[in-house]
């Protein structure tokens, strides 16, 4: 919005500043930390209230996570809120890959929303059929990628051109956005784990949005260029100043649990962020911990099926480490660790081609 008031007085004044995409990202990410934090507490309160016994424990998980019932969850809805007013007010509307940003987080959260809310009422960990969650996600995603979508090439790290998919390639980004947002989701189970990764995905994808946005950077890097791409970094400082704002509360001990509803919507951005960037095969990598964590669950569940036994104590495989003796607050840190050095190795391959 401001973005287009500025554009309507052409830019005159101070409104020169927000014609710059690094000053606006600079700007949304303050707009949502303090949003987030000036909301935050009143919300977690009317959580509270409105949830009762808030977000339902598993009774055959980690022995220590007994002590957080009562916690609210469905967060997520601070983060969407600091985040969509945010891109609102900053970011260029008229831009193809905004929109279908948008559709996806809202879309996702809604989805996450539901399922959270079922959860609550029903007093369970179970909420509404997967069968159903990814038909939703599919339908949502499909559009996203016909949006987003202008060249069906599919590039990798590493080299310096595409592989042309043809129509598949819708395909295949529509899995990668419902795929993140999976991840995520199976990620999110310990106090911080899934939002510090996020914030740190989002800040390697800023950089990437940005130069694959600007036709100098993308040539003399070998990456492809994509017009209006660099807006998508305004949308990713969005997700870091809200992610901040939201670890505030989640830092052990959380007051409140992002729920499917945060990490639903965030990976699936993440996802089409990836997707109008050209950089899916990145994101594989500067989210591998996310990889990771749906990789342990596939495994697990495939398994199990085949033999009746378990290759982890207990999956996603944070909780492998808990009932190995591990402290919440080790693994958290020690798997931001992990986030941090696979965000570096993901950076790397825009100039190793």
Sequence with gaps: MLYLIAQWL???????????????????????????????????????????????IRLDGPQTHLAKRGTPTMGGLLIMASVTVSMFLWMDLTNWAVWACIAVTLGFGLIGFLDDYDKVRKASHKGVSGKVRLLGEFAIAGVAAYLV???????????????????????FAAFVIVGAGNAVNLTDGLDGLAIMPVIIASGTFAIIAYLVGRADYSEYLGIPFVDGAGELAILCAAIIGAGLAFLWFNAPPAAVFMGDTGSL????ALGTIAVASHHEVVLAIVGGLFVLEAVSVIVQVFWYKRTGKRVFRMAPIHHHYEQKGWAESTVVIRFWIVAIVLAVIGLATLKVR
Excluded at 11 to 16: P, Q
Excluded at 152 to 158: A, G, I, S
């Design 149 to 171: 979508v202008k060249e069906t090439n599919l590039y990798l790290p590493f080299v310096n051109f595409g592989i042309p998919l043809g129509p598949f390639y819708y395909v």
């Design 265 to 268: 919507a965030l990976g699936g």
């Design 10 to 56: 052409e830019f005159e004044g101070l409104a020169n500043l927000v014609r710059y995409q690094s000053f606006r990202a600079g700007a949304c990410l303050l707009t949502a930390l303090a949003l987030g934090l000036l909301i935050g507490p009143r919300f977690i309160d009317l959580l509270r209230v409105r949830q009762g016994k808030g977000q339902p």
